[in-house]
């Protein structure tokens, strides 16, 4: 049992570094209506999702900080006495850190006031360039195969779905060829995939490993220079978060459906291409999310299943042995001559008795 602990507990020191990737800061100043700094005040941060709640006090130059917070929605409040206590609400997304700045107005601690801003066009925290895909999008905007990185090409500075070579297979999503994205002018090969702070990349071609549903997505950031350490890796990011669940019970059922019985005839030059019947063609995505508490404010659950089927007919030939073949006459064979190489004169392709070869300087001639 001892042992298992241990295992447990090692498992989870280990994975506390994975998260940093996805998480982000809140950070601000408290000030009061002379614009001098107010240390000790009381600072509280709770999400709006889960009623996850932290405090710190500001410090002697009245700045406060909170670290490594989940994306999401949270409420910022300062109180201390002789002041009125302040609110503010904030989207805090992945890998941002957000600064909420405080004016304390004199009152009572009981007298609230309510801060309202707007989010700043530039990032003055860090120098991270990147772009946030949020849930809205993600959800709303239409995807044929629902794969999240049609979603990328509206980052800027990225060219998306252009094939590459050796990486045709069909895989969820479309095919591995046309998965390709070029960041910020650098090779496809040069693209790192994290999903909740884990390696997503598959090193053979590039591209994702696993294909998360568009209904489990948070968001997700498409960084493309001068992000933080954490990452170390290739010179662009695609850093996805997941949902997590709430203390209120949701979730989803979803069916796509496309069929050849939905699909017009194809143009046809001749009476029997207007007579062929339409190619089969049979598509379905379906699944589910669920969320919600296990333990209200404490612990949360998500579950999330999306099953793929994508069935259609082709047509190919094979070449089958005759049926002297099969007794063993491959004489039939001797009669093709195949193509003539011509550097050495012979013809190629052509069954011969290596024991009735001659050769000539560096040319081996063979009979058939």
């Not at 917070?69 to 890998?95: I, W």
């Not at 530039?122 to 629902?146: K, Y």
Request: aromatic share 10%; hydrophobic share 35%.
């Amino acid at each position: 049992m001892r042992r298992i602990l241990f295992v447990g507990l090692t498992w989870l020191l280990l994975y506390a570094p994975c998260v940093a990737q996805t998480l982000g800061t809140i950070t601000g100043e408290v000030r009061d209506t002379t614009d001098a700094v107010v240390p000790g005040v009381t600072v509280t941060v709770v999400n709006t999702a889960t009623n996850a709640t932290r405090t710190t006090l500001s410090n002697a130059v009245g700045l406060f900080d909170f670290p490594a917070l989940q994306p999401g929605t949270y409420t910022v409040k300062s109180e201390l006495d002789g002041f009125k206590t302040a609110t503010r609400d904030v989207e805090l997304q992945v890998q941002q850190t957000a600064r909420v700045n405080f004016t304390l107005e004199l009152g009572t601690i009981s007298e609230t006031a309510t801060v309202t801003g707007v989010s700043p066009l530039v990032e003055t925290q860090n120098a991270t360039i990147g772009t946030v895909i949020e849930n809205r999008r993600i959800v709303e905007l239409p995807l044929n195969g629902r794969n999240y990185l049609q979603l990328v090409g509206l980052s800027p500075n990225v060219s998306a779905e252009f094939a590459g070579p050796g990486q045709a297979g069909n895989r969820q999503g479309g095919t591995r060829a046309n998965q390709q994205l070029s960041i910020s002018g650098q090779r496809r090969e040069f693209n790192y995939y994290t999903l909740d702070g884990v390696d997503n990349t598959d090193v053979n071609f590039n591209t994702y490993i696993f294909l998360p549903s568009v209904d489990a997505l948070e968001e997700f950031k498409v960084q493309t220079g001068v992000y933080a350490a954490e990452f170390g890796r290739e010179a662009s990011q695609v850093n996805v978060v997941t949902k997590s669940g709430t203390n209120n019970l949701h979730g989803t059922v979803f069916e796509f459906l496309r069929d050849d019985k939905f699909d017009a005839r194809p143009y046809a030059f001749t009476p029997s291409q207007a007579a062929a019947p339409k190619p089969p063609f049979h598509w379905n995505q379906y699944g589910y999310t669920a969320g919600g508490p296990v333990w209200k404010n404490h612990l949360f659950f998500m579950s999330n299943f999306e099953g793929y089927k994508d069935r259609k007919q082709f047509q190919t030939l094979y070449d089958v042995p005759s049926a002297a073949m099969r007794g063993g006459d491959f004489s039939e064979l001797l009669a093709n001559l195949g193509a003539v190489n011509s550097q050495t004169g012979q013809r190629t392709g052509v069954i011969v008795d290596p024991t009735q070869c001659a050769v000539v300087g560096t040319t081996r001639t063979c009979a058939p």
